[in-house]
C-alpha cells in the first residue's frame, strides 16, 4: 500500500535555519530517503516553498475565488511530503521514525493513499 507522510513544522523555526543548518539536515534526510529509494519503496518527496508563495482557490460558493496566501488554521505548516510504499501503517511508521530521528522539531503526518496516478510513467 502506498502512505503520504506529510510533513508538518513552524516555518518561522525552518526559514530561520542557516544554510549550514538546512543542508545539515537536508544530508541527513537524504541518507534515510536513499535506504529506502534503494529498496524500492520511495515514491515522490517535495519540499513546498514557504506559505508566502502560496495560492488558495477558496471553493465555498459560486464562484470560486482566488486569493495570495495559504489561509490554513494552524500553526505548523505542511512543508513537504513523501510517497512510500510500505506493507502495512507498522513498516510506514518505521520509515517515519526514521526521519524524526534526523529532522529536528515539526510533526509528521502518515496517510494511507486510496488514489494514486504517476502521471510522469505515463507521458
Keep these: 500500500m502506498k502512505y ?39 515514491g515522490p518527496v517535495a ?5 508566502t508563495a502560496a495560492t488558495t482557490l477558496r471553493k465555498d460558493h459560486e464562484p470560486s475565488v482566488v486569493l495570495d496566501g495559504p489561509f490554513a488554521e494552524t500553526k505548523e505548516q505542511l512543508l513537504g511530503f513523501f ?13 517515519t521514525k ?8 515539526g510533526a509528521y503526518e502518515v496517510r494511507p493513499i486510496g488514489y494514486f496516478v504517476d502521471w510522469s510513467a505515463n507521458s
Design 4 to 42: 503520504a507522510v506529510l510533513c508538518y513544522h513552524s516555518e518561522n523555526v525552518v526559514c530561520a535555519w542557516s544554510k549550514e543548518h538546512d543542508d545539515e539536515v537536508m544530508a541527513k534526510l537524504a541518507v534515510v530517503q536513499g535506504r529506502w529509494a534503494k529498496a524500492g519503496k520511495l
Design 47 to 51: 519540499r513546498l516553498m514557504p506559505t
Design 83 to 95: 510517497v512510500i510504499e510500505a506493507s502495512g501503517l507498522e513498516e510506514a511508521l518505521a520509515f
Design 98 to 105: 526514521e526521519l524524526a530521528e534526523v529532522n529536528p522539531g
